[in-house]
């Protein structure tokens, strides 16, 4: 049976804001207020949403904290808001995702300060944009949700690795979506849609079930070096990423549906899950697994709404997923051993 410590508070549904926990809470639970201080954390896009969440309370671990943004100004009045302690201030790293450069750029600034990374959370993307393409020449989306995150961690890799140990395994946290369920595959010849018409919501349903089949080979190529990757849905919230998509008639339907609003949560409960994979003492020598709802989820069952919890069959290719991998490394430039 999947491990979903938190079951009980997900039966009464009442929206953002009932008894589903926290990201805070979670903390609290695992025991970690202060517990992670030495340690190093490094969360992409935390200038809105969930991101803010999960770093204002993984900031509560005593971790250094590591926050990437587009703005760096935006980002350090972010920082300001829950840096309460002087002598630890929230570190801003200016990186774009759309931008190979810029990545490095970032990778470069983190490894001139820290040699070693616990903990990277890749939080930050974009969902059904209208078509378009990186500063590299990639689909936008599967080039900023996936191929940014790729190659900001084969950059990082060698922090990661050095900070592992037997007792405190160094993590990947790859946060996909439901969505991933609304593609079978990926294309690996129409990755670009050079073969077919664009269509926003597949883009980004390729994008997330790259991000899952990415955690999924990160896990294989490295659990024996103690550095483990999870995936995760981190539920149906309210922000900005959703800007492209409302005024599509689906997403009208579901806001009007008293079901949907019900299984939506807060901010603070949409970054819960993504802590939880980032600490849980549960999951300690585990990995390349999909969570949802602050646990472990099964295959979703063929029918219901959209927003139902469960990842779809095609998750777990290793195939497809060492494929992902290769093609990766060339479309980012990468020559690994």
Not at 150 to 170: G, M, R, V
Not at 186 to 199: A, C, M, V, W
Not at 201 to 221: C, H, Q, T, V
Not at 283 to 289: D, N, P, Q, S
Request: one cysteine or more; aromatic letters at 8%.
């Amino acid at each position: 049976m999947p491990f979903q410590p938190y079951a009980d508070r997900h039966k009464n549904l009442k929206g953002p804001g009932d008894e589903r926990p926290t990201a805070e809470e979670v903390v609290k639970d695992q025991g970690l207020v202060g517990g992670l201080k030495g340690r190093t954390i490094f969360i992409t896009g935390c200038t809105s949403g969930i991101g803010i969440e999960t770093a204002r309370a993984l900031y509560l671990t005593g971790a250094n904290i590591y926050i990437t943004a587009r703005d760096t100004k935006k980002g350090e009045q972010v920082a300001s808001e829950f840096a309460t302690d002087p002598s630890r201030p929230i570190h801003v790293v200016e990186m774009r995702l759309d931008s190979f450069d810029s990545i490095r750029a970032a990778a470069q600034k983190f490894l001139a300060a820290e040699s070693k990374l616990n903990i990277l959370i890749d939080n930050a993307g974009i969902m059904a944009c209208p078509k378009g393409t990186t500063v590299d020449g990639h689909e936008s989306q599967f080039g900023t949700n996936h191929l940014g995150h790729f190659l900001l961690f084969q950059l990082l890799k060698p922090a990661l690795l050095s900070a592992e140990t037997p007792e405190f395994p160094s993590r990947v946290i790859s946060l996909s979506s439901t969505s991933h369920r609304n593609c079978s595959g990926l294309p690996f010849d129409d990755l670009d849609f050079s073969k077919s018409e664009y269509n926003p919501g597949i883009a980004y349903a390729r994008s997330k079930l790259a991000n899952i089949f990415f955690a999924n080979e990160l896990d294989r190529r490295y659990k024996d070096s103690n550095l483990r990757a999870f995936s995760l849905h981190p539920g149906s919230i309210k922000t900005p990423l959703q800007r492209h998509v409302q005024d599509a008639d689906f997403y009208k339907n579901a806001i009007g549906n008293p079901e949907y609003q019900a299984q939506t949560k807060s901010p603070e409960q949409g970054a819960a899950t993504t802590v939880w994979a980032a600490l849980a003492k549960e999951l300690a020598g585990r990995g390349g697994i999909y969570l949802d709802d602050v646990g472990e989820v099964g295959v979703a069952t063929p029918e219901g709404p959209a927003w139902r919890s469960g990842h779809g069959q095609q998750i777990y290719n290793p195939e497809d997923e060492n494929k992902l991998w290769e093609l990766s490394n060339k479309l980012c430039g990468i020559q690994e051993d």
